[in-house]
């Protein structure tokens, strides 16, 4: 994966998309990812600007009585200074695309759990004790709109760019994971009668078992893997059918499905509960 890493950058070449089918890159967007990626830099400078003045004039820890997690307003502040750095402070030929994953967790983080914070320190006319600015709330919009295109665009590479990538690291990290899955389907097969097996792993080790699959030559109808979010999940369901009274022989059949989990497609408008929390979406 750290190899992978490296060679994220030819994703962002011009005409890279139209190259590779397999990615996923937006028709509406009608620009190039490094276009985009431009756009993203001069996104963020402006908030660094903004927020910055705002904590200088404002008192930040009135904008937003509650806080979850254990958070508050210098840790939000030192999360999104990392993330300038990182984006704004580096020539864009250096720009290192893994970082995109932390800007999209981070404005998905901020929206859900410090919505209000999130919107009044990144607008301009709070710091004024000014009505909300929309022309700040758009580019908020905006930043989001262009963060989850990139991300959609690299994240999955992270686990291999080309098929042989993808089946070297799905078998480094989930081999271990899918003979345990194989092993009880084929106990459940001879043993007889119901049973249910439940797995805990990473988000990373989904996407690395969803590769494998992808790459087993088994008929997928839909092949694109979702953003997978938290709760997301994979499920292997073993059928079985008797031909007839007095008949042995037995038909077996596995269904495979996936949900992204808990995940909202603009988590930025979303209506959210006193816990904060998404609902998790059906398995397809």
């Known amino acids: 994966m750290d190899d992978v890493k490296k060679r994220l950058k030819i994703l962002l070449r011009p005409g890279e998309p139209e190259k590779r089918p397999e990615l996923t890159w937006p028709k509406s967007m009608k620009k190039e990812p490094v276009e985009v990626v431009k756009e993203v830099i001069e996104l963020l400078s402006s908030f660094r600007a903004i927020m910055r003045k705002n904590f200088e004039t404002m008192d930040v820890t009135k904008i937003q009585e509650r806080w979850c997690c254990g958070d508050n307003p210098w840790l939000f502040r030192e999360r999104w200074e990392k993330l300038f750095e990182d984006f704004c402070d580096v020539e864009q030929k250096k720009f290192d695309p893994s970082r995109v994953s932390e800007l999209y ?57 080309d098929p042989d990538e993808k089946e070297e690291i799905g078998v480094l990290t989930s081999l271990p994971l899918l003979r345990k899955v194989v092993e009880n389907l084929e106990a459940a097969r001879n043993h ?52 007839g009274r007095g008949n042995s022989d037995k038909e077996y059949s596995i269904k495979l499905s996936l949900s992204e989990g808990a995940h909202s497609s603009n988590v930025l408008d979303s209506a959210l509960d006193a816990r904060h929390s998404l609902n998790v979406h059906s398995r397809r």
């Open 105 to 161: 967790d981070t404005i998905k983080y901020c929206a859900l759990h410090h919505r209000t914070f999130l919107f009044a320190i990144f607008d301009e006319a709070a710091g004024q004790g000014k009505e909300p600015s929309t022309t700040q709330d758009r580019k908020l919009h905006e930043l989001y709109g262009r963060a989850k295109a990139l991300f959609d665009l690299v994240a999955p590479q992270e686990y291999g760019i």
């Open 192 to 243: 007889g009668g119901s049973s249910v097996t439940f797995y805990f792993t990473k988000e990373s080790h989904i996407h690395t078992l969803v590769n494998l699959i992808l790459l087993s030559g088994l008929p997928i109808a839909n092949r694109r893997i979702p953003e997978l979010d938290y709760c997301s999940q994979i499920t292997f369901e073993l059928y079985e059918r008797n031909f």
